[in-house]
């Protein structure tokens, strides 16, 4: 048997497939990364305790660079009309959010990734 995944651990607390970026938030605090779930809808399941929740955090470590990944793919993605011919900012603001998307991508290169992540800022007027 293969290593059971966040996902497929949580689906068997919620009976149902889980979006990790809408239904799972990650909290990150001195004591490591813990998980709790947003919004429990499920009537036929009690949401899963602390201590539950906590047994899951074994297996956070594979998904957490996935979680970060689809993050940094939905800003760059959020940004992508700024590159565009047509787009109305000014050069300067447009080689602003080009630097901004290439440290987005270059977040992976971070030494704290994907635990500790120094995410850029954008500051276009």
Known sequence: MGIIT????????????INLWKDVK???????????????NLTDKAKPTRDELNSINVFIDPCI????RLKRDQLISETDWTQMDDSPL???????YKEYRRQLRDITNQDGFPT??????????
Do not use: C, H, Q
Not at 65 to 68: A, D, F, N, R
Not at 91 to 96: F, L, N, R, V, Y
């Open 6 to 17: 966040l996902e497929e651990k949580i689906v068997t607390y919620m009976g149902r497939y």
């Open 26 to 40: 990650f909290i990150k605090n001195s004591e490591g990364i813990s998980i709790d779930i947003l919004e429990w």
């Open 65 to 68: 660079e996935k979680i970060e």
């Open 90 to 96: 000014s050069i300067d603001s447009k080689a602003m």
């Open 116 to 125: 500790n992540i120094n995410w850029p800022e954008i500051n276009v007027k």
